[in-house]
């Protein structure tokens, strides 16, 4: 059974770095055919795509976030990370990995989410 | 930018009774790229509808989901009470990748 778990900080101060890990167990990283995702959700309000990387390294970002986040991939961990730069109160949210499995353009399989909070 | 928006913003309905959700986008949209999900509290977002119209696995068959261009429904036929949650609609498209509706809240009325 495919799962994911988010695992990072909890609290990071403004204008420092966010660093998120997703961890993925019942399957290879290196299995899929599709892009594994990030997502955030501010407490309270709804969705936002952060950015998409395959397991080559490959990855695609938000144009609002692209210059202040990058995805990788560690496929000898089975792992793929976030980091997104100089971190505002904005950037306090629930953050969720997740990977299509059934279609490439949605996601099936989601991690619990784990929340960030920026404050000094 | 493709938009999408959510209509309504809240409804309220009856357990037994049939919900209809909207999700709008600005641009026409190839339907294979439209996904529905349901979000209860505390928990991560459940893929319900996929390509516009086919059930995730193990998606209740009252859940249902049309559409074309740029008009989408999720329609809820009798709804149990664990169906009050919010529904998001995503899309896959140019720029950004992905883009997600602001989300209908459906309450018990």
């Known amino acids: 059974q495919l799962q994911l778990q988010e695992s990072g900080p909890g609290l990071v101060k403004p204008s420092e770095t966010l660093s998120l890990t997703c961890t993925v167990s019942?399957?290879?990283?290196?299995?899929?055919?599709?892009?594994w995702v990030w997502i955030r959700q501010p407490p309270g309000k709804g969705l936002e795509w952060i950015g998409n990387?395959?397991?080559?390294?490959?990855?695609y970002y938000n144009p609002t976030l692209t210059s202040r986040v990058t995805i990788s991939v560690d496929t000898s961990k089975n792992q793929f990370s976030l980091k997104m730069t100089s971190v505002t109160a904005a950037d306090t949210a629930v953050y969720y990995c997740?990977?299509?499995?059934?279609?490439?353009?949605?996601?099936?399989?989601w991690g619990q989410g784990t929340l960030v909070t920026v404050s000094s | 930018e493709i938009v999408l928006t959510q209509s309504p913003g809240t409804l309220s309905l009856s357990p037994g009774e049939r919900a209809t959700l909207s999700c709008r986008t600005s641009?026409?949209?190839?339907?294979?790229?439209l996904a529905w999900y349901q979000q209860k509290p505390g928990q991560a977002p459940r893929l319900l509808i996929y390509?516009?119209?086919s059930r995730a696995i193990g998606i209740p068959d009252r859940f249902s989901g049309s559409g074309s261009g740029t008009d989408f429904t999720l329609t809820i036929s009798r709804l149990e009470p664990e169906d009050f949650a919010v529904y998001y609609c995503?899309?896959?498209?140019?720029?950004?990748?992905?883009?997600f509706g602001q989300g209908t809240r459906l309450e018990i009325k």
């Open positions: 997740a990977r299509p499995v059934i279609s490439a353009w949605s996601y099936d399989y």
């Open positions: 990387v395959y397991y080559s390294g490959s990855s």
């Open positions: 641009q026409s949209v190839t339907s294979s790229y």
């Open positions: 019942g399957d290879s990283i290196t299995s899929s055919t599709y892009y």
């Open positions: 390509g516009a119209s």
């Open positions: 995503q899309l896959y498209g140019s720029s950004p990748l992905i883009t």
